[in-house]
């Protein structure tokens, strides 16, 4: 009886992809340290390529010399707002917190005001609780304190990896192509979805976050609540916040202030938050934000809250692709592999032929 051979080739094939994924494994959990850099770079190539590719294909701007523009304006217009913003929310978190006597009586204006009230007494209001989570808060400031070195790091290693990246931009861009094994069809199919999320979130979020932030600060303005700067910042901060977003904020504000005694501020302040701050939302994402990038509001959601456990801030952008990959895997495997499989005898658009050497 006779035994049909392993093809030697595929045994070769087998054995080279192995060899590459144990490599790729050591060195993703040795330059872990630095994966919200490398991250940062491929986001910011994504932004900038097609201005990039303008300037040095059509324009014949230096490479060199373009790569080092779209590194100062990213310096001017992305880490310094970003320095300046945590630069000034970090301090007045922290004397906040170390005010505990003003929290304690605000605290106890609300715990009073809901002894009696239905569902909202048994909610844990003690002052073990609040200094439990005080104390959590407290030691979670510092952190951010320390890890100043770590986000100093991996912004030089962004801009380190972006410079190269878009020096060897179309090498880079035709290895790639090359080593997909997928139809022109697919490949497309996954460049314009990394290119959606990355582009709705990187710019989508920020604008989002900012324009919720000035109007609800203008409101806490309007309304007499004190720190009314700091809060709005926060206000938009927590537009990250998924299901609730802004909500986390204001309506504690709401809920204090109604708990002093002070309910016609405390009823307007919600209106205003609930109609214009949270009506932002849903202007936005039917305007500006569907010109960048309609993305389905359940993979955003539920794509932050992967993102954020896996890497951090920057999985507001990375955490979405990799969820709404999976349909796009699914999308892929049909076209290859399915029945009834139609090729893409299309030519790639001009500015993805990278038919030019460097």
Request: charged share 15%.
């Amino acid at each position: 009886m006779k035994y049909k051979q392993i093809n030697n080739n595929s045994i070769n094939q087998i054995m080279l992809i192995i060899i590459i994924i144990l490599i790729s494994i050591l060195v993703f959990k040795n330059l872990l340290y630095y994966l919200p850099g490398f991250l940062g770079a491929i986001t910011l190539y994504i932004l900038f390529r097609k201005s990039y590719f303008r300037l040095t294909d059509i324009h014949r701007w230096g490479k060199s010399w373009t790569s080092a523009l779209f590194i100062l304006l990213s310096t001017v217009f992305i880490i310094l707002p970003i320095w300046a913003l945590v630069d000034y929310l970090v301090p007045q978190i922290n004397h906040f917190l170390q005010n505990q006597q003003q929290i304690i009586e605000k605290f106890n204006t609300l715990k009073v005001y809901m002894h009696d009230k239905p569902f909202l007494k048994d909610i844990d209001m003690s002052d073990t609780a609040l200094l439990n989570t005080l104390q959590k808060l407290t030691r979670y400031v510092p952190n951010i304190l320390n890890s100043v070195a770590e986000v100093a790091v991996n912004i030089i290693v962004t801009f380190f990896v972006l410079y190269f990246m878009q020096v060897n931009a179309h090498t880079l861009e035709t290895t790639l192509y090359r080593a997909i094994p997928f139809s022109r069809q697919s490949k497309r199919q996954i460049w314009t979805e990394v290119e959606l999320m990355v582009r709705s979130n990187a710019i989508g979020i920020p604008i989002l976050g900012f324009c919720q932030g000035v109007v609800a600060m203008i409101g806490y303005w309007i309304f007499g609540v004190d720190n009314f700067v700091l809060l709005g910042l926060l206000t938009g901060i927590s537009s990250i916040v998924p299901l609730l977003g802004t909500m986390t904020i204001y309506i504690p504000i709401c809920a204090i202030t109604l708990a002093a005694g002070d309910t016609a501020n405390a009823i307007g302040m919600f209106i205003y938050c609930f109609i214009l701050v949270g009506g932002i939302d849903n202007v936005l994402r039917f305007t500006i934000l569907k010109k960048i990038g309609d993305v389905p509001p359940m993979i955003t959601v539920f794509g932050v809250l992967l993102g954020l456990n896996l890497f951090g801030m920057l999985g507001l952008i990375f955490g979405p692709l990799i969820l709404s990959s999976i349909g796009v895997l699914m999308k892929v495997y049909s076209q290859e592999y399915g029945k009834g499989i139609i090729r893409d005898s299309l030519p790639q658009p001009a500015d993805d032929q990278t038919k030019r050497s460097d």
